[in-house]
């Protein structure tokens, strides 16, 4: 399966080629205020069998289907009271929300993976709204790596996951945010969480005026999010989490004043301890350490709350066992 890759800008032009080549069933990277994703016509079944494919992901798990207003995302979903107030407080914004189809939905099966539920969200960038915007139909889009691996927070991380593999990647720039965003489960009266993720559950429960059930870890009454493997979000050398400093053969990965040690291959996720600028550095310097050579990444104490809790998610995934 090999293709050519466009490389784009986001001027106008780019813009409507990005949204013909989706309108035509190719699969296009674009920036989102999270990560970048790797977008195709989500009503389009062979198109975003492509996704799958690209990405080497299984088959079973579904995507958020991407909007260009909660409006048009009121077509494809039914939004209780709950569902309604987040949306209309965060959106757009680094939140996908789980709700029961509508009659009207018209993201395919193969997207939903046959779930009765489907996952919305409008995000938050110039770029992807003007491409959603002009596709005019929702679309599907995972994070833009292969499966497995690192999300991707600039173009050229896709590159290296995707070229070759995709029909365009639009470069514009470096993502805000830098973690994916918070999965919110809301089926029933309750409000699941399902991923952590660049909003944090402190703005959420503000809003709601209650607190969030559990959803992965919990008894099982609410779904998974089925793509909460263990095993993911992985660089090649392992990460070793909470270390107090680095061991020979290992790089660093500071937070806040921890010395790195000696370390030869370093980096700090955030000098002063600001955990939203963390989040944002995430990805590409667990990119950047992973060098040949290097045994483990070592990474420094972080915090559980703000946007702390997607960070240690995620380095967790990625300490997994595999
Ligand atoms: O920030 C983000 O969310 C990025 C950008 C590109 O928007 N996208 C992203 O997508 O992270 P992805 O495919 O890597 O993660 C989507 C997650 C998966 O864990 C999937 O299992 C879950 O959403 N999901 C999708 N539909 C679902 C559903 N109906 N019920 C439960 N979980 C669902
Ligand atoms: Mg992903």
Same mark, same amino acid.
């Given at each position: 399966m090999t293709r050519i890759t466009r490389h784009l800008d986001t001027g106008p032009s780019a813009i409507a080629e990005a949204a013909g080549l989706l309108v035509q069933g190719g699969l296009v990277a674009f920036p989102t205020e999270t990560v970048y994703g790797l977008g195709a016509d989500a009503t389009n079944g062979r198109a975003v069998v492509g996704i799958y494919e690209a990405k080497g992901r299984p088959r079973f798990n579904p995507l958020i289907a991407h909007l260009a207003s909660f409006e048009l995302a009121r077509e494809q979903g039914v939004f209780s009271p709950a569902a309604a107030r987040l949306a209309d407080a965060f959106w757009p914004g680094p939140l996908t929300l789980v709700v029961p189809k509508a009659a009207t939905c018209t993201v395919s099966e193969i997207a939903t993976a046959g779930l009765d539920s489907v996952a919305l969200r409008v995000p938050d960038h110039g770029v992807a709204h003007a491409i959603l915007a002009a596709t005019g139909r929702p679309v599907a889009a995972p994070s833009a790596n292969r499966s497995g691996h690192v999300s991707a927070t600039t173009a050229a991380h896709v590159a290296v996951d995707l070229d070759g593999r995709i029909d365009a990647i639009v470069d514009g720039g470096s993502t805000q945010v830098g973690v994916e965003s918070t999965i919110l489960s809301c089926l029933g009266d309750r409000v699941a969480m399902l991923r952590p993720g660049g909003l944090s559950r402190e703005a959420i429960e503000t809003v709601l005026g209650f607190a969030l059930a559990e959803g992965?870890? %919990?008894? %099982?009454?609410e779904p998974l999010a089925p793509g909460m493997l263990a095993s993911h979000y992985a660089p090649r050398a392992q990460v070793r989490l909470d270390a107090e400093g680095p061991r020979l053969g290992e790089a660093w990965l500071g937070f806040g004043g921890v010395g790195h040690g000696g370390a030869t291959v370093a980096a700090n996720l955030s000098t002063t301890s600001d955990l939203t600028e963390a989040a944002a550095n995430l990805f590409g310097m667990l990119r950047a350490l992973d060098r040949p050579g290097i045994t483990a990444i070592a990474v420094a104490p972080i915090p559980s709350h703000g946007l702390g809790e997607a960070i240690r998610d995620r380095l967790s995934r990625a300490a997994a066992e595999r």
């Open positions: 992965p870890e %919990g008894s %099982g009454d």
